[in-house]
């Protein structure tokens, strides 16, 4: 009987008790031979191993954290500090942010100015270049307005000079072959001479120095050329001087003057 309570009463996960239990018994353990109470026996053993229990009861009721937080110590400070890496990371994240955002309008911004240096150095090509055409162009008609009194002179002595001999001749022709070899310069570097006889008197490209009436040509005529106009492409290097045609004046009949007198 004492032997099925004993193992009724032990627990395997209260080893440490079971020799205080046992102890407890020992000591109120009556003398062998002494059967005549051994119902207090058995409560006294009862009570040592409810005693025993309680004892471990508390001594594990020592070891849980209050306030139902069951979590290790040094758990709480893992999550405090990946709470706080996280805080900076996402402080970091936002600097991060802020920083490419002004990084691309400076972008923008330097892609803006490029655009503008490119444009404004595409016009300042362009405006070089045509400062350039106009400065060569300068220099050209300056050069070849230098030139123009020698042609008129050339031209000049072929229409009045006229050769009587032979001799004569040879000089001619050997003038005329170094007017010829001028003319003939000027026409490769684009300078075309005026023919403006028998057209209508333009004055953006003549100049009237005589007046004539004529039968022969309508008023406002070009009847001659006296010194001779050039153009240099569409620009205008020196004026032709003409003699225009005028209105003949009106012829009175004999009748007319003989009333008169």
Not at 11 to 39: C, F, H, K, W
Not at 53 to 79: H, R
Not at 155 to 171: F, V
Not at 225 to 236: E, K
């Amino acid at each position: 009987m004492i032997d099925e309570e004993n193992q009724q009463y032990h627990d395997p996960n209260s080893s440490a008790e079971v020799p205080e239990a046992a102890e407890a018994v020992a000591e109120t353990q009556p003398p062998v031979g002494n059967i005549n109470e051994p119902l207090d026996w058995e409560m006294q053993i009862a009570q040592a191993y409810q005693s025993a229990e309680a004892s471990q009861s508390a001594e594990n009721a020592q070891t849980v954290p209050k306030s139902g937080n069951f979590a290790d110590p040094g758990l709480s400070e893992a999550l405090e500090f990946l709470k706080e890496e996280l805080a900076n990371a996402t402080k970091e994240n936002e600097s991060l942010k802020a920083l490419l955002q002004a990084n691309n309008a400076t972008v923008e911004d330097l892609k803006s100015q490029n655009l503008r240096l490119a444009a404004d150095f595409e016009n300042f090509r362009r405006r070089t270049a045509k400062e350039k055409e106009d400065l060569d162009l300068q220099v050209k008609c300056a050069t070849i307005m230098e030139l123009l009194p020698v042609i008129d002179n050339f031209e000049r002595a072929r229409s009045h000079i006229k050769p009587q001999n032979d001799g004569e001749m040879g000089i001619h022709k050997s003038y005329q072959s170094v007017y010829k070899q001028m003319v003939d310069c000027l026409k490769r570097v684009g300078v075309s001479p005026m023919r403006p006889e028998g057209e209508p008197f333009d004055p953006n490209l003549h100049e009237a120095v005589m007046r004539e009436a004529t039968h022969e040509y309508e008023e406002g005529t070009v009847v001659e050329q006296l010194v001779r106009g050039y153009t240099l492409g569409d620009r205008i290097l020196r004026h032709a001087m003409v003699k225009v045609a005028a209105a003949p004046e009106p012829i009175e009949s004999e009748e007319s003057n003989s009333e008169s007198n």
